[in-house]
Every structure is written in C-alpha cells, then in structure tokens.
C-alpha cells in the first residue's frame, strides 16, 4: 500500500520559514515525478515544485527565490524548503507522486498525501 505522509506544516508570520516533509511508503520516490501542489481557500489546487527522478526541478512563478524542493532517496523522503512565505502562501500543501520519466506539472498524479496546512500571518 502506498503512503505519502506530509508534515511540517503550521502557522508563521510572514518573511518565516517552514520546511514541510513527505515521506513515502509503498513506492521508491527515486523513480518518480515528486511534486508539491497547494490549495487556498476558495481557490482551485496548484503545482508549487517538481523533481524528476533525474533531479531536475521547476517552480512556478510565485515561489521561485523563496521555495526549494529536494529529496532524500536513502530516506525515501521529499521536502520543500519555503523562506520569505507571505500571507498568500497560505494553502493545503500536497505531495504527489507519478510514475513518469518526463517530470513536469501533471494534474492526474498517481498516489496524493492528504496534505499539510500552511498559515501565514501578516
């Protein structure tokens, strides 16, 4: 059975920091597209960050500068590190795995966490 179990979520004011974590069960994430995604209040779910299981990574726009995804293969573990976070960071954060070599923003992902929330005060 898979499992993908984030963690490090909470409440920050905003220019903190958070580290947010996912570990992995069932599935070698060394072989998969690893993407963070997030969803705000009111607002439909997006991809934050990506790593391919070459290495390669991709933010959005509204992250890149702040936010740094990485992963730990030994661990099995993916991570997102988020410095200078702003109120509009503030989100559901999500990790997700597909079985794919071309990484890249995909919504129909093969295995979600069930997500970490984020709050960023002002």
């Known amino acids: 059975q898979v499992q993908l179990v984030e963690s490090g979520g909470g409440s920050v004011q905003a220019g903190g920091s958070l580290r947010l974590s996912c570990a992995a069960s069932g599935i070698t994430i060394r072989s998969y597209c690893m993407t963070w995604f997030r969803q705000a209040p009111g607002k439909e779910r997006e991809g934050v960050a990506y790593?391919?299981?070459?290495?390669?990574?991709s933010y959005t726009d509204s992250v890149k500068g702040r936010f740094t995804i990485s992963k730990d293969n030994a661990k099995n573990t993916l991570y997102l590190q988020m410095n200078s976070l702003k109120p509009e960071d503030t989100a559901v954060y999500y990790c997700?795995?597909?079985?794919?070599?071309?990484?890249?923003?995909?919504?129909?992902?093969?295995?979600w966490g069930k997500g970490t929330l984020v709050t960023i005060s002002s």
């Open positions: 997700a795995a597909r079985h794919i070599s071309y990484c890249r923003f995909y919504v129909d992902m093969n295995f």
């Open positions: 790593i391919g299981s070459d290495g390669s990574t």
